[in-house]
């Protein structure tokens, strides 16, 4: 792979900052070697600080979700950081240490040989608020610690395996920083009005003392009329309970499992789970904390998983059903620019694997899936779909074991990528992504616990899809299978949280200049608010910045990454 280009990989004309206790901030430029070129100054002003320097191209600092906001309150936007405490993480994921204390402070601690802090506890998500505009208590490192520190991480990334790449991932990943903090402060466009009419048409009326609405309460009733006794279908040890009384052995409310099951009760029972979760996930008072002056602002966590993949503190806004789409309505005279990426997994499998036949299917502007079926599959596009999905996720048994045999012959090269990953996690060993990104091995490791966790190719217990986060590292530890096939997955997830942080960076570097606004981002997938006279200036730019991040994250390659976009008024039009 070749050096990435300079304006997102080295670092130049940087300044430090970090605000003191006093609530002044220290500021100190620096060399190319990362040490202080001059002397430490103190400024009243954070804002004023980096304000009077529109020269500087990219500011080192401890945090960004704990400094960016507060800059961005006073209308100050930076072009470039890197986020000190972001890249301990990163750094200790390659050194095989995930899971240790990651703060600056942490870090300044085992580079002195002292006693190591414990991270402090994330706080909660404020519903409908913006992020804080100051430190959290303890934060505070002074700025010639935090050097120290930002020094020795330059030393690190040179003893990584890819230096190159390694400091390509971090740069990305304080560019997502960035992003995250900027959508937070924009919010996503709400429209309350067509949500409260939603909620009234799926739920019906709402009953004093916050009871459920009359919707459910009929569901409820029918519920219990299907099994002949009273039932509280928001149980599911109620159901299954109730269930086995009239013969029928369930072991969970799933609705995968309930679709199987021949009893009157089925119906009523899984549109009562539908609307049950809306009314709870997506309600009055749901609406109430968290939608403020026509915007949602959920809190996006950057990196959020091993993965790679974003969370949010809160608010639910990866899990927005299609239903409540329609309340996400642009301002009168704006558009969304909603972006699919278009089968990201299998190009993103090409790219890390080099497999010739793969890259060269993933390089032409026919469907993929379609392409690998002409080779493989008899022109079978669903199988060939299920065996791509098969090797990345680890369905290698039965029909999944036939279709990945059909897969090796013809693309051997990126079947037996994913097979080593596999082997790698079910022994213990490190996977990294293709930028360096590390899977830990086993325990000691669990992912953060979000909203947005789920199992890969299933359902949650209410039907909705999940995202493709299984197995826990730290959970279930002693399953080598089951870390097999986390690792099978990670390098090519992994490796395409990478690439779309590269394209964020890129998209916001090309929206710099418009009135657009980067507002939601999940995993192959982003929207855009502009104005009505932007959206095709955006679309061409979501194309651009989309072949611009596979060239950065996987050097050259025939590989594609093309988007679907729409340009609509209202979200749920865009599917």
């Given at each position: 792979?070749?050096?990435?280009?300079?304006?997102?990989?080295?670092?130049?004309?940087?300044?430090?900052?970090?605000?003191?206790?006093?609530?002044?901030?220290?500021?100190?430029?620096?060399?190319?070697?990362?040490?202080?070129?001059?002397?430490?100054?103190?400024?009243?002003?954070?804002?004023?600080?980096?304000?009077?320097?529109?020269?500087?191209?990219?500011?080192?600092?401890?945090?960004?979700?704990?400094?960016?906001?507060?800059?961005?309150?006073?209308?100050?936007?930076?072009?470039?950081?890197?986020?000190?405490?972001?890249?301990?993480?990163?750094?200790?994921?390659?050194?095989?240490?995930?899971?240790?204390?990651?703060?600056?402070?942490?870090?300044?601690?085992?580079?002195?040989?002292?006693?190591?802090?414990?991270?402090?506890?994330?706080?909660?998500?404020?519903?409908?608020?913006?992020?804080?505009?100051?430190?959290?208590?303890?934060?505070?490192?002074?700025?010639?610690?935090?050097?120290?520190?930002?020094?020795?991480?330059?030393?690190?990334?040179?003893?990584?395996?890819?230096?190159?790449?390694?400091?390509?991932?971090?740069?990305?990943?304080?560019?997502?920083?960035?992003?995250?903090?900027?959508?937070?402060?924009?919010?996503?466009?709400?429209?309350?009005?067509?949500?409260?009419?939603?909620?009234?048409?799926?739920?019906?009326?709402?009953?004093?003392?916050?009871?459920?609405?009359?919707?459910?309460?009929?569901?409820?009733?029918?519920?219990?009329?299907?099994?002949?006794?009273?039932?509280?279908?928001?149980?599911?040890?109620?159901?299954?309970?109730?269930?086995?009384?009239?013969?029928?052995?369930?072991?969970?409310?799933?609705?995968?499992?309930?679709?199987?099951?021949?009893?009157?009760?089925?119906?009523?029972?899984?549109?009562?789970?539908?609307?049950?979760?809306?009314?709870?996930?997506?309600?009055?008072?749901?609406?109430?904390?968290?939608?403020?002056?026509?915007?949602?602002?959920?809190?996006?966590?950057?990196?959020?998983?091993?993965?790679?993949?974003?969370?949010?503190?809160?608010?639910?806004?990866?899990?927005?059903?299609?239903?409540?789409?329609?309340?996400?309505?642009?301002?009168?005279?704006?558009?969304?620019?909603?972006?699919?990426?278009?089968?990201?997994?299998?190009?993103?499998?090409?790219?890390?694997?080099?497999?010739?036949?793969?890259?060269?299917?993933?390089?032409?502007?026919?469907?993929?899936?379609?392409?690998?079926?002409?080779?493989?599959?008899?022109?079978?596009?669903?199988?060939?779909?299920?065996?791509?999905?098969?090797?990345?996720?680890?369905?290698?048994?039965?029909?999944?074991?036939?279709?990945?045999?059909?897969?090796?012959?013809?693309?051997?090269?990126?079947?037996?990528?994913?097979?080593?990953?596999?082997?790698?996690?079910?022994?213990?060993?490190l996977v990294r992504t293709w930028l360096g990104r590390t899977c830990p091995p086993a325990a000691g490791a669990a992912e953060d616990a979000t909203e947005e966790a789920g199992i890969p190719l299933g359902e949650d217990d209410t039907g909705t899809q999940a995202d493709g986060q299984g197995w826990v590292p730290g959970y279930a530890s002693t399953d080598s299978r089951a870390r097999g096939r986390f690792?099978?997955?990670?390098?090519?997830?992994?490796?395409?949280?990478?690439?779309?942080?590269?394209?964020?960076?890129?998209?916001?570097?090309?929206?710099?200049?418009?009135?657009?606004?980067?507002?939601?981002?999940?995993?192959?997938?982003?929207?855009?608010?502009?104005?009505?006279?932007?959206?095709?200036?955006?679309?061409?730019?979501?194309?651009?910045?989309?072949?611009?991040?596979?060239?950065?994250?996987?050097?050259?390659?025939?590989?594609?990454?093309?988007?679907?976009?729409?340009?609509?008024?209202?979200?749920?039009?865009?599917?």
């Open positions: 792979m070749s050096d990435p280009p300079a304006t997102l990989a080295v670092m130049t004309d940087r300044w430090a900052l970090a605000p003191a206790e006093d609530g002044g901030v220290d500021v100190a430029p620096l060399g190319p070697d990362g040490l202080p070129a001059g002397p430490v100054r103190r400024e009243s002003d954070l804002a004023g600080a980096v304000r009077s320097r529109p020269e500087v191209t990219r500011w080192v600092w401890r945090s960004t979700p704990d400094v960016y906001p507060r800059l961005l309150a006073t209308g100050v936007r930076v072009e470039r950081c890197y986020d000190i405490e972001d890249a301990e993480t990163l750094l200790l994921g390659h050194e095989g240490r995930y899971g240790e204390p990651r703060s600056a402070a942490a870090a300044l601690a085992r580079l002195r040989g002292g006693p190591v802090p414990p991270d402090p506890p994330q706080r909660p998500a404020a519903p409908g608020a913006q992020s804080p505009l100051f430190e959290p208590a303890g934060a505070h490192v002074p700025l010639g610690d935090l050097l120290e520190v930002y020094a020795d991480q330059q030393r690190r990334h040179r003893l990584t395996a890819h230096p190159d790449r390694m400091r390509l991932l971090t740069a990305a990943e304080s560019a997502g920083m960035l992003v995250a903090a900027e959508m937070n402060r924009a919010g996503l466009p709400w429209s309350s009005g067509v949500h409260r009419e939603l909620l009234h048409d799926l739920l019906g009326e709402r009953y004093a003392g916050g009871g459920e609405p009359r919707r459910l309460a009929e569901l409820a009733d029918e519920v219990s009329a299907a099994f002949g006794r009273r039932v509280r279908p928001d149980l599911p040890a109620d159901v299954v309970k109730a269930f086995a009384q009239a013969g029928i052995k369930v072991r969970s409310t799933r609705r995968w499992e309930l679709r199987s099951v021949d009893h009157p009760a089925v119906a009523p029972l899984l549109e009562y789970k539908k609307l049950y979760r809306i009314w709870v996930a997506h309600g009055w008072s749901w609406l109430q904390d968290w939608v403020r002056d026509g915007r949602f602002r959920p809190e996006f966590l950057a990196g959020g998983t091993v993965t790679g993949r974003w969370v949010t503190n809160g608010g639910g806004a990866l899990q927005i059903p299609k239903v409540i789409r329609r309340a996400v309505v642009a301002d009168p005279g704006w558009r969304l620019v909603v972006a699919d990426a278009d089968q990201m997994e299998p190009r993103v499998l090409a790219a890390i694997s080099r497999d010739p036949g793969l890259m060269e299917v993933a390089g032409r502007a026919s469907d993929l899936y379609q392409a690998v079926s002409d080779r493989a599959f008899s022109g079978d596009r669903d199988q060939a779909k299920l065996a791509v999905l098969g090797a990345v996720y680890g369905q290698t048994s039965g029909d999944g074991l036939k279709n990945l045999a059909a897969l090796r012959r013809r693309f051997p090269k990126a079947v037996a990528y994913v097979d080593e990953a596999a082997r790698a996690g079910e022994e213990g060993r690792a099978r997955n990670f390098v090519v997830q992994g490796s395409a949280a990478d690439w779309a942080l590269l394209l964020l960076a890129a998209l916001r570097q090309a929206c710099a200049g418009l009135r657009a606004e980067l507002v939601f981002f999940q995993h192959d997938e982003v929207i855009v608010h502009c104005p009505a006279e932007e959206a095709d200036t955006v679309v061409q730019a979501i194309r651009d910045c989309a072949g611009l991040a596979g060239r950065l994250t996987f050097g050259d390659t025939p590989v594609r990454f093309p988007f679907t976009t729409a340009v609509v008024e209202c979200y749920a039009d865009a599917k």
